[in-house]
């Protein structure tokens, strides 16, 4: 192979580098190279040879001879000798390479290897004059070559989203978040071996559940086709291995992945690592002792903590792990808290006025322990940073837990808190089979109520228990919240290799850029191609540039026909609203079509209040607007958000007919739970308060949860971040559209 062999490349844009480095590529190939070849030998890492070789003199030679291979990352060439810096898994070695000790081949595929290209040599240790340990290479290989030029600045990369979504990147060029998962996986084996030697035995349980259980969460669906039923994936493991407990498996554990249909923040991602372990003839003290023992495991082992003093740093905050943790019952953090005593004995009409004073919403129905934990969950849970078991909760928010004997309105369960948030939650296990009936009974009915989270009636389980499960503590950890605290990580995210994502949005230009144009006969197109992109591609992102839409009508007829056709002031409210937000969203998504946007969220609902009915509703507001002269365009969009009734309408596919549908539905519960807000105003009111109103369906029954759903879903967005944007859009078209706000909160 000749030099002249290697750059005989078409010629291409040399500042583009993707293409550069493509046809770099394929002059290897035409030269005879396998840039990609089958197999590999590496004999030792950099930090092995570092370790070994660490008392070898400067401008010392071996005749000692490894193969090493990794990723280049620094290549500098000074006439006959070229230094290159090679990372691999474990840190990084420099390649000293000498156009005398390498075959003319080698030397001169030096000259076209690139920054990220995969690289082996083999060759001698040397220590440089200048003290640099070094590997002579009498043989240079590639491996596998680097078509996409490496980011220059991606360390500290303030769009972290990127960083998530192209983790490879990150792990490449960010050497301490290599480190973040390396901790994780010690914490992990770390766990596992401290409950074998506990006498836990590790098991498996299935992925896929017949019935909802072990949990209070929406879980996600899957069709068996095998058996023509739906399954869901598992939200707990703690039905399973309570049967295992039945059968005289008296300590089991689980660590494996739960999935539920719920939002992403912080501290939550919809797929999680946990691990449940259940111990026959314990109770909480058990439990209390079986955590305080793995925490502090891992901290010695993980963190390097001394014995005695497991003491570590978590976002700035001192935490300490040695001693006997603190136990303090929910109601005494609560009374810490609003700085009097609270308990179960203090009367609701108070418990109502305390939550008031701090801000903390209330319902009509709930009891005192309710109550209690809303101020303790507000107020008292951040306050505490040191490991606490938080103990006697409510049996009013612990629907499954066994009640305690001296006070039967609370229940024998903890929750293990550090820095604010729950790192366990631990119950002394209901083995009462009648009881066990009659709460799965009360979980159906609540389901049958519409909360999509309650748990189904499992006969099985309730089998088992019917031959006898003896006493039982039970506790669950989140596996990502404790790496999250041993590796000081602010958010999930950073703890999870791959955590859930929007999907991106994929042009076809970046797909034909990918491919390198056309593939030819037998391929498919790049169009193709861009329709089954696996990773979501947005067909906003590909399309065209819109048109100039026309209504027909100026804003005012519009509204002097929104007025004609309606005399109630809820419905001109409404249309005002939708007005506003679909002007804000507009002037996001489609500049020049401003006008269009707002006159359809100003009508949408023209014909509701005189002909209130499925079937007929945006039929019969085609009729009238046709009549009012507008365009047939503003009757197609607008009818579009009635296709879940009627199927004849058309179904929405623009960005505006899909924002629309959106926005309708959700705008209502909005406005519904700013009305229950002491403002009466959706401009103070927190996204928490919008998400516990949106899973309690007896809160504006009339809102359709689906409905609402389902516009997340053709928007491409997760629920919680549709409930977040329209919040924020609701906020930003204030004071249209906040027409419950108090006079002297109102501009």
Known sequence: MTQSKIVGAPEVNINDERAVRRAKRQALIDAGVNPYPIRSTVTAHATELEERYAGLEDGVSTEDSYSVAGRVRALRKQGKVTFVVLEDVSGQIQLFCRVND??????????????????????????????????????????????????????????????????????????????????????????????????????????????????????????????????????????????????????????????????????????????????AYSDLEGMKKLSEGLFKAIAREVCGCAEDHEVIEYQGQRVDMSGTWASRSLSEVASAAVDERVDMDTPVEHLRELCAA??????????????????????????????????????EVSPLAKRKEEDPRLTDRFELVICGHEYANAFSELNDPVDQAARFAAQVAAKGLGDDEAMGYDYDYVRALEYGMPPVGGIGYGIDRMVMLFCDQPSIRDVLLFPQMKPEAVTRADIEAQVGGALGAGFASVDELAASCATGASADAAAPATTRLESGLTRDAALELLERYNGDEFHIQHGLTLEGLMRHYAEQYDPQNVEFWSQVGLLHDLDWERWPDGAQHTVKAAELLEEAGASPALAHAIQTHNSDNNPDLPAPEAKMERVLFAVDELSGLIQAAARMRPSGSVRDMP?????????????????????????????????????????????????????????????
Not at 725 to 747: C, Q, T, W
Request: with cysteine; charged share 30%; net charge negative.
């Open 358 to 395: 701090h801000d903390i919403e209330w319902q009509e129905g709930w009891g005192a322990g309710k109550l209690l934990f809303e101020l303790y969950d507000g107020l008292g849970e951040p306050t505490l940073v040191n490991p606490t078991f938080v103990c006697d909760y409510p049996e």
């Open 102 to 279: 390498l075959p003319q081949a080698d030397w001169e595929l030096l000259s076209q290897v690139d920054l990220g290209d995969i690289i082996e040599a083999t060759g001698t240790i040397l220590r440089t004059r200048r003290g640099q340990l070094s590997v002579s290479p009498g043989r240079v290989r590639l491996l596998s070559k680097s078509v996409r030029p490496l980011p220059e600045k991606f360390h500290g990369l303030a769009d972290r989203e990127l960083r998530y979504r192209q983790r490879y990147i990150d792990l490449i060029m960010n050497p301490e978040v290599r480190d973040t998962f390396r901790r994780r996986s010690q914490i992990v084996s770390t766990i596992r071996r401290h409950m074998e030697a506990d006498g836990y035995m590790e098991v498996e349980t299935p992925m896929m559940h017949a019935i909802l259980g072990g949990a209070n969460a929406k879980p996600f669906v899957t069709h068996f086709n095998a058996l023509d039923r739906d399954f869901y994936l598992r939200i707990a493991t703690e039905l399973p291995l309570k049967r295992l407990i039945v059968g005289g498996m008296e300590r089991v554990f689980e660590i494996g992945r739960q999935f539920r249909n719920e939002g992403m923040d912080l501290m939550h991602n919809p797929e999680f690592t946990s691990m449940e372990a259940y111990c």
């Open 687 to 747: 996204l928490r308060s919008l998400k516990k109103k949106f899973k309690d369906r007896r809160f504006a029954a009339g809102c359709d949860r689906d409905v609402i759903r389902r516009g997340a879903e053709l928007n491409d967005l997760d629920l919680n971040d549709l409930l977040e944007s329209v919040l924020e859009a609701m906020k930003a078209i204030a004071p249209v559209g906040d027409y419950n706000a108090r006079e002297d909160v109102a501009e």
